[in-house]
């Protein structure tokens, strides 16, 4: 898998515009290949699951990942181009242990390098008509590339809706992580399998199982933003609670807490700051509840699920065993 996430990078490096000027030093800093003074520097540059699911995907139909080498540029292009706009409307500081794009350059500036960043996924997405592939194919890859876009943005109105309401069901939770989270997994998979030759059902399962993937992915990035290690997440234990973030597990216990304990935890959430106190009885709600356990059994059940549906698109071959792999590993991951 660390071969093909290699490869996926190296396919995203090769379609990025490297004129030397400001807006492509702060596109190459968020990336994780530049210091703040724009010099060559290796960082953390993410997981590139994305990608690497999308080349996988095309590798376990037609045994080679390379019609698939430029989406899978274009959806890690993507992908970044939705955190640098997210880290502003968040007011996220910082990303991958280091600051933003924003943080250190502001929002206009950050604005800018995202716009520019779409625009380039824009690029690497239309090489795709420069292979020989059937034409029907790459017309679908490039609307699903464009739909997913969509998606994502649908996704993320929904998340800033919920900083307004306390009315959020786990189902409305669901329906904004589909698209903001899952929904381009699901196209990974989904594109990787059509640019591979796969036909119309196989593909579909194929969509289906980065879509349960990505459900269950989110999930457990959720359970993190809690549970997780500082060791190993970089962050403190609590801190989507610090962030007042309204992720599942606070969700979750706003339905299963008293009245009294919802009205306390409104509260809380209504300060500029949360208290270490306060911390302490929200996390102790969520042990009551026992909100952890649940939520890790929901990432189990849409694993369960993602499983069945790979193994079913293909027969046994090496790109197969490595999605079950990366989804093992998914399903569990302290990271």
């Known amino acids: 898998m660390q071969a093909v996430i290699a490869q996926a990078e190296q396919a ?30 290796s960082f953390d540059a993410g997981k590139r699951i994305r990608p690497a699911i999308c080349l996988q995907a095309c590798t376990a139909v037609c045994g080679d990942s390379e019609p698939a080498l430029d989406m899978a540029a274009a959806i890690e292009i993507l992908h970044n181009f939705t955190l640098v706009h997210d880290d502003i409307q ?28 779409f625009a380039l996924g824009q690029i690497a997405s239309l090489r795709i008509l420069d292979r ?41 939770y ?57 060791a190993v997440t970089g962050k403190r234990k609590g801190d989507d609670i610090r962030r007042r973030k309204k992720s599942l597990p606070v969700i979750r216990l706003v339905s299963a807490a008293t009245p009294s304990e919802v009205d ?17 009885w929200i996390m102790g709600l969520l042990v009551h509840y026992e909100i952890e356990d649940e939520l890790q059994a929901v990432v189990d059940d849409y694993h369960d699920r993602a499983r069945q549906l790979i193994e079913d698109a293909v027969p046994d071959n090496p790109s197969r065993r490595a999605l079950l792999d990366l989804l093992r590993r998914l399903s569990t991951r302290a990271f």
């Open 174 to 230: 669901i329906q904004m992580i589909r698209g903001k989270s899952a929904a381009i997994i699901a196209y990974a998979a989904w594109v990787g399998a059509i640019l591979g030759g796969a036909d119309v059902a196989a593909a579909d399962r194929f969509r289906a199982f980065g879509e349960m993937l990505g459900l269950g992915f989110q999930i457990r990035d959720d359970v993190l933003g809690i549970w997780g290690e500082t």
């Open 132 to 172: 020989e592939l059937p034409i029907e194919r790459s017309a679908a890859a490039l609307r699903g590339y464009n739909d997913v876009a969509l998606r994502i943005v649908e996704g993320q109105v929904l998340d800033l809706g919920f900083e307004e309401r306390w009315n959020i069901s786990p189902t409305d």
């Open 264 to 280: 306390r935890l409104r509260d809380v959430y209504s300060r500029t700051d949360v208290s270490e106190d306060d911390l302490d």
């Open 90 to 117: 968040d007011r996220s500081e910082t990303r991958r242990h280091r600051p933003t794009v924003w943080a250190l350059w502001g929002e206009s500036q950050a604005i800018n390098a995202g716009d520019a960043m």
């Open 12 to 41: 995203t490096a090769q379609h990025l515009n490297v004129r030397d000027l400001p807006l492509y030093g702060m596109i190459r800093y968020h990336l994780g290949w530049a210091d703040e003074q724009f010099r060559p520097a």
